[in-house]
């Protein structure tokens, strides 16, 4: 199946979680910072990550916040 996070294509096997997902996506280092995630432009809440099961042509957006003055 392939599925798109922040706008790069990813092939990945069927039954792929969200948190799965970003395991690809993100460094370990930015797996411990905060984030948030919009799985075909809503919101999702982090405890669902693990629960939310990915489709053929999802789209992940992976939103890091800004920080400035």
Known sequence: ????????TYQLEQDFSVSA????????QQQKTSFAVALNGEFLPRENYSLTRLSNQDGLDV??????G
């Open 21 to 28: 997902a970003l395991a690809l996506f993100l460094t370990p």
């Open 63 to 68: 939103l890091f916040p800004i920080q400035g």
């Open 1 to 8: 199946m392939k599925i798109f996070i922040n706008g790069q």
